[in-house]
């Protein structure tokens, strides 16, 4: 009876940690985020510090955990969502920061499968005589940091696709209209979901239709805007287009075919783009595979996906979308409106790329949105 009371209070706090480590996704890439949880067992179980990585990675969740305790840490048990590093940076390694502040024992969610630390951190702990359990909620902790182990383990980002859609899949009604299909409420979930990303992604087709910004624009949380990125083969993205407008308060990344004529290039670059060439798959199209590659070494860990029909299609047929929010307005615009999702090739039914579905959410009661999460099946 005990040890489960214990077990489950060793549960909770960890899921607590887990809980703050999130506060980092989208803003502490290529890092991951992390959590961090002291709790003083003989001061009747009370948490005395906590942390979680700081914007662009550092401080370290617990490094500011320590900070946060002061003298309450030595004698705490810690609770961290991933391995301390074990490497000199910049600032002395946690492993060893928690050494000195006299930590007496310390759960671990899940190894960092970065090479510089990958069992070092737990390592130095433990011949400090520190008592290290490791695997607590091991996949939950892999499951938020999905990005950070995409991109180590390989090379490239985890995807998220958003789709806004009609009930019967459209995203422009005959005329090419598309804005807006669904409500104020489910867009204001899709700028959350853009603030939680490193990165997003569009077609050079949707920046020349609706001229987006594709920042997070609610209130407070303009800086978590991503990197904005844009699939333009021959560089027709327009100098005057909102994303060109805000390249110097917002990165953005155009990527491109090689041999573009390099005025568009200067013309874009002196605007504030940054411009990266790609290689090009068997149907002439800038090669996806590669394109996350790319991103991926440039540190993104977590990319969202917001294109037209033909880049969602794209992104469908590499198999890459490992996660994708739906959100559904209740209306219908029959054959003749733009299809979100275009030709997949897929002629047989056992052949369907295949989801499991772990979330259905109603976003508001006037206008009857939902939003639909699933994950890709593995
Ligand atoms: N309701 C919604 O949620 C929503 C969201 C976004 C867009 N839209 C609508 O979608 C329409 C635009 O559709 P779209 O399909 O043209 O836009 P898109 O998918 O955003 O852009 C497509 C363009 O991206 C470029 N591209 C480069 N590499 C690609 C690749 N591997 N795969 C696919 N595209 C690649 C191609 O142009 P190059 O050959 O020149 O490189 C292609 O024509 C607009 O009417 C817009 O309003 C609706």
């Not at 617990?62 to 000199?88: D, F, Q, S």
């Not at 759960?107 to 011949?127: K, M, N, Q, Y």
């Amino acid at each position: 009876m005990v040890n489960s009371e214990s077990q489950q209070v060793d549960i909770d706090h960890m899921r607590a940690a887990l809980q703050i480590a999130g506060r980092g996704l989208g803003n502490v890439w290529p890092n991951p985020a992390v959590g961090c949880v002291l709790v003083r067992e003989d001061l009747s179980g009370n948490v005395v510090g906590r942390g979680w990585t700081q914007p662009t990675g550092r401080p370290h969740a617990e490094t500011v955990a320590i900070k946060n305790a002061g003298k309450l840490c030595r004698g705490a048990t810690a609770y961290v969502t991933l391995e301390p590093c074990a490497h000199e940076g910049e600032t002395p390694p946690c492993a060893e920061q928690l050494i000195d502040a006299g930590i007496s024992k310390i759960f671990v969610a899940t190894i960092d499968p970065d090479e510089r630390v990958s069992g070092a951190g737990i390592a130095r702990l433990r011949s400090s005589g520190i008592s290290v359990i490791v695997g607590l909620l091991e996949t939950e902790a892999r499951q938020l940091n999905e990005g950070f182990f995409h991109r180590v383990e390989n090379d490239r980002p985890y995807v998220i696709m958003k789709l806004a859609t009609t009930m019967d899949s459209k995203i422009t009604a005959q005329n090419g209209e598309s804005q807006w299909i669904t409500g104020e409420q489910a867009r204001r979930r899709g700028h959350l979901l853009r603030a939680r990303c490193d990165a997003i992604i569009t077609g050079v087709g949707t920046v020349i239709a609706d001229n987006p910004s594709m920042t997070c624009r609610l209130p407070g949380l303009e800086r978590c805007s991503p990197i904005r990125i844009i699939l333009d083969s021959h560089l027709r993205t327009p100098v005057a287009a909102k994303i060109v407008e805000h390249s110097h308060r917002f990165p953005t990344w155009i990527i491109t075919r090689a041999n573009q004529p390099s005025s568009r290039a200067d013309e874009l670059i002196s605007n504030g783009c940054n411009i990266i060439e790609a290689e090009i798959d068997n149907k002439g199209l800038l090669d996806i595979a590669g394109i996350c590659r790319i991103i991926a070494d440039k540190g993104v860990t977590r990319l969202l996906v917001e294109g037209g029909s033909k880049l969602t299609t794209s992104f469908f047929k590499t198999g890459l979308v490992d996660e994708l929010h739906w959100f559904r307005a209740p209306k219908l615009l029959g054959s003749g409106g733009g299809e979100a999702i275009g030709e997949m090739n897929i002629n047989n039914l056992k052949d369907a790329l295949l989801f499991d579905r772990t979330t259905v959410r109603s976003i508001d009661k006037d206008s009857g949105d939902i939003e639909e999460i699933f994950r890709r099946r593995k």
